[in-house]
């Protein structure tokens, strides 16, 4: 089935010390997403990737970069997380239409949840 | 500028009960919306969503929503609540390429 693959499920990482994780999707669609979920809240966005073009939220922390390799790949890099990183992170996609038909949803992974120790 | 707002950050229902679910939008143009479900530590998986073609919308494990104009809401509703429907719950619309959510709103089942 095609899908959205977030690897790992669970990563541990140590204060400052920088760590990536992985999203990949066989869906073939062109925007890719990352979120972070911290506890009982909603999903934030933090960036999003329209093919190769790159779009960073206004309020994501310098600490976080990402990479889309190609199609199918995109990568969170957190450079020097705290303890405040610790959190879900979603990676989803979606295949948006054109003009006013943004009635695509997103297809989301299985999520990372990261723990910073 | 398009948002969306679930009122009750907690619903609990006994099982075989009414479930409802509710958001209401607030959009400048056409709202396109969508209810996900999220259970515990996993993604969201997409209830249902509403494009204009049908004011009532069925979703997937017996879920339906109905987009209201006048009431600027698309309320999730169940007939009868199951023990596995519980989790949590997120309207949403899109802006852009973008998906923005609601607060969420977890729902509880008693038995």
């Known amino acids: 089935d095609a899908m959205v693959i977030q690897n790992p499920r669970y990563q541990v990482t140590q204060f400052g010390k920088p760590v990536t994780l992985s999203c990949s999707q066989t869906l073939n669609h062109n925007v890719m997403y990352w979120y972070q979920q911290k506890s009982s809240q909603a999903p934030k966005l933090l960036f999003h990737?329209?093919?190769?073009?790159?779009?960073n939220e206004a309020d994501t922390p310098d600490n976080f970069q990402s990479r889309r390799p190609n199609t199918s790949f995109c990568f969170l890099d957190i450079r020097s997380p705290g303890l405040g990183d610790a959190a879900m992170y979603l990676c989803?996609?979606?295949?948006?239409?054109?003009?006013?038909?943004?009635?695509?949803?997103?297809?989301f992974g299985q999520g990372t949840r990261l723990t910073v120790v | 500028a398009q948002s969306v707002t679930q009122l009750g950050s907690h619903v609990s229902v006994s099982e075989g009960a009414l479930v409802l679910l509710r958001c209401n939008y607030s959009?400048?143009?056409?709202?396109?919306l969508f209810w996900y479900v999220q259970y515990p530590n996993q993604g969201l998986q997409l209830l249902l969503k509403?494009?204009?073609?049908?004011?009532l919308v069925k979703g997937i494990n017996g879920f339906e929503a109905e987009f209201k104009k006048s009431e600027t809401s698309f309320h999730l509703t169940k007939p009868s609540a199951h023990m596995s429907d519980a989790a949590e719950y997120f309207c949403a619309c899109t802006g852009g390429f973008k998906t923005i959510f609601g607060a969420g709103t977890r729902l509880f089942v008693k038995a």
């Open positions: 989803a996609t979606s295949s948006p239409g054109t003009g006013l038909h943004m009635n695509t949803e997103a297809f």
């Open positions: 990737y329209y093919d190769k073009d790159f779009n």
């Open positions: 509403y494009t204009s073609a049908a004011t």
């Open positions: 959009s400048s143009v056409p709202p396109y």
